[in-house]
Every structure is written in structure tokens, then in C-alpha cells.
């Protein structure tokens, strides 16, 4: 079984679109994060939920907006695409525990392209 | 707000010969982890590292968390074609938010068999 699933794997789109990404994580965990990764491989954190609530929100522009239904999912919006949106976007997870082992599971990407 | 240098950047190496990329961050860290992302795949855990001159071995790969927790390094001892792909260390700030970490740029190591 998939533990941290996206969909789709693949997008491309025109600019000015709008587009959705879903995540969905079956691992019991109360947060989950999105992450850009560009061309160059950075992994920057977009944005993390805890228990449905937004904990991490960086400075992203406002065209994204993510939403967490419940604490198995979390997708993210994104309006009036740009060519620099272009990236493969992570979904993570993980279980918080203060002080202890709390590894993030990715799941396998989205890569957006956006023409 | 804090940063994540990893060097270096690239390396190219012989099936066999040793393999070490470094991680410094500009604050102390609470802890470090490393994960790996195979070309094409997506980042998976290596491991955390919470103790200040901790180190931990798989296999062959070695791990150290400096005694001041503000670098850490990852060596690989005789180099196989399956350990390609990009080493990333990940930190999360003393003191700051448990939930967020700070990646640093990855080093893509390639193995000519």
C-alpha cells in the first residue's frame, strides 16, 4: 500500500490556469507538508498542516492556497499559473512528537509544467 | 533566517572509492536528518541525528552530528552504482518551530561502475 500518495504524477498546463494537486497520506499522521523542488533539486518548504491546522505558511505567493479537508489530506491550489511555477511539488508527512523521532515520508511528486 | 549550506555541490567518483558531503548550518539545530532521493524518485530517510558528537553507522554509511550541532557530515565508504543520487541533510532550529526543516541543496553523487 501507498503511503503518501499524489495526483496526479504529472500536469501540464497553459499559464493562467488554475490547478489542483491532491495528497493523501494513509500512515496515521496529524501533519503534512507541501515542497517545491526546482530544476536546480531545492527542496523548499511551501507550507505544513498540523491536525488541519497551518502551522508553516512561507513566504509563498497568495496564488497558492493549500487546504486540508481532514488529517489524512492536503492539497494545494494554485491560480493564474506562471511559467517559474514550473517544479515538482512533495507532499510529506509526518507524526509530531515533541522531543522524539519524527521523519517526514514523501510521496513521489507532482511534476507541473507549465507552458 | 536560518540557512543550510551542503557541499559540494556535485561528485563524481570510482565504483569503490570513498564518498563525504558536508552540511553547515548558520544555527544551532535541535537535530539533522538525511534523506535521499534517487534520479527521478522522490526524498527518503536516512536518518536523525539529535545529539551533540553523536555518530551512526548503516552499513556503509557513517553519520556525524558536530559537537556544537551546527554541521554534520555523511560518508560513504567503497562506493556501489546504488548509492547515486542526490544526499540531502535537513535541520530543524533550536529552538524554533518542531515542525519545520530547513533542506540544505543536496550533493548529486555519481558512481562510474
Known amino acids: 500500500d501507498t503511503a503518501v500518495s499524489q495526483t496526479p504524477k504529472y500536469l501540464v498546463t497553459q499559464m493562467g490556469n488554475d490547478k489542483s494537486i491532491k495528497c493523501e497520506q494513509n500512515?496515521?499522521?496529524?501533519?503534512m507538508y507541501w515542497y517545491k523542488q526546482d530544476s536546480k533539486k531545492f527542496l523548499k518548504i511551501m507550507f505544513s498542516y498540523n491536525n488541519k491546522e497551518l502551522i508553516i505558511n512561507e513566504t509563498v505567493p497568495n496564488r497558492f492556497s493549500p487546504k486540508s479537508p481532514d488529517k489524512a489530506h492536503l492539497n494545494l491550489h494554485i491560480n493564474s499559473l506562471e511559467l517559474g511555477d514550473s517544479a515538482v511539488y512533495f507532499c510529506?508527512?509526518?507524526?509530531?512528537?515533541?522531543?522524539?523521532?519524527?521523519?517526514?515520508?514523501f510521496g513521489p511528486g507532482t511534476r507541473l509544467t507549465v507552458l | 533566517g536560518q540557512q543550510v549550506m551542503q557541499i559540494p555541490q556535485y561528485q563524481h567518483v570510482q565504483e569503490g572509492e570513498d564518498f563525504t558531503t558536508y552540511c553547515n548550518s548558520s544555527?544551532?539545530?535541535?537535530?539533522i536528518q538525511w534523506y535521499k532521493q534517487r534520479p527521478g524518485g522522490h526524498p527518503v530517510f536516512l536518518i536523525q541525528?539529535?545529539?551533540?558528537?553523536e555518530v551512526k553507522k548503516q552499513k556503509r554509511l557513517t553519520f556525524q552530528f558536530g559537537e556544537a550541532k551546527k554541521n554534520s557530515s555523511l560518508h560513504i565508504t567503497a562506493t556501489q552504482t546504488t548509492d547515486v543520487g542526490t544526499y540531502f541533510c535537513a535541520g530543524k532550529n533550536s529552538g524554533g518551530s518542531n515542525y519545520k526543516l530547513t533542506f540544505g541543496k543536496g550533493t548529486l553523487l555519481t558512481v562510474n561502475p
Open positions: 541525528l539529535v545529539k551533540s558528537g
Open positions: 500512515l496515521g499522521h496529524d501533519t
Open positions: 510529506a508527512s509526518s507524526h509530531y512528537l515533541a522531543g522524539a523521532y519524527n521523519e517526514q515520508f
Open positions: 544555527t544551532t539545530l535541535s537535530n
